[in-house]
């Protein structure tokens, strides 16, 4: 007697297998979309702790004189001869520092080629909220040229310089971190728009969209000037922004 030998599956079984793996992945594609945020949040911390270890290295060039706020970064706070807005500078192509060192400022040599200005998930906030900033140009293509802002309580200028060893509780002022794209008052007035964070005259705040759902609820990353890389939460802002939190929160008294 032969045996009847049967090669493949049939329909049934396929599509038992294919429901299988179809509930698999739904339950799975929730864990996996966190396990990216999640790694896409260490890389921006290390970004940043990567900018704290930079830009000690330009202040033991200079004299123990920290960099410029302002100016640091960019060579010009105001806007270049046919600039359509500096606010857009942060996504304006025009304005790749990569592509035209002619616009970079002392701090840029320090950061060039390291592949860490922006933050890993700061490309999808752009392209969501990059249009909702102040005095947006449509004509701009949200293509980010940076993400990261630094604390202008700390900011060297011309009349002002500013020596690290001036400034007292290292581990209490941060350093470089992260804002968001919009306001919501009163944390904020305005979004962001340069490299400068301006927390100490209630102007910024740290941004809300890590890790979250909610973008309103979210954390971000800020280095401090102990070199040390921290989750930070928008209402720490006015915490850390200044020695002994010099600066007043907006929501005192609320």
């Known amino acids: 007697m032969s045996s009847h030998r049967r090669d493949g599956f049939t329909l049934i079984e396929l599509l038992v297998v294919i429901s299988i793996i179809a509930v698999l992945m739904a339950i799975l594609a929730p864990s996996l979309g966190r396990a990216r945020e999640q790694a896409k949040f260490i890389r921006c911390k290390a970004n940043l702790k990567s900018y704290g270890v930079l830009a000690f290295m330009y ?19 105001g806007e270049y001869r046919g600039e359509p807005h500096r606010y857009c500078r942060w996504h304006n192509p025009d304005y790749d520092l990569n592509l035209h060192p002619e616009y970079a400022g002392p701090f840029w040599p320090y950061l060039k080629g390291k592949d860490i200005h922006i933050c890993p998930s700061f490309g999808k906030v752009a392209k969501r909220y990059g249009p909702m900033h102040p005095q947006h140009v449509d004509e701009i293509p949200i293509v980010p040229n940076y993400s990261y802002s630094m604390n202008s309580y700390l900011g060297s200028t011309e009349e002002r310089p500013i020596r690290v060893t001036d400034i007292k509780r290292h581990s209490e002022v941060f350093f470089f971190g992260e804002e968001n794209l919009w306001i919501t008052a009163p944390y904020n007035r305005f979004a962001f728009n340069d490299t400068a964070m301006c927390v100490y005259e209630q102007w910024d705040s740290f941004g809300t969209f890590h890790l979250t759902r909610d973008p309103e609820e979210g954390v971000t990353n800020a280095v401090f000037l102990d070199g040390q890389a921290r989750t930070v939460h928008r209402e720490d802002s006015w915490r850390y922004c200044a020695p002994d939190g010099q600066s007043r929160s907006p929501l005192a008294g609320l």
């Not at 033991?60 to 302002?70: C, F, K, L, V």
């Open 59 to 77: 202040i033991e060039d200079n004299d123990g004189i920290m960099p410029s706020a302002w100016t640091s970064f960019y060579n010009k706070h």
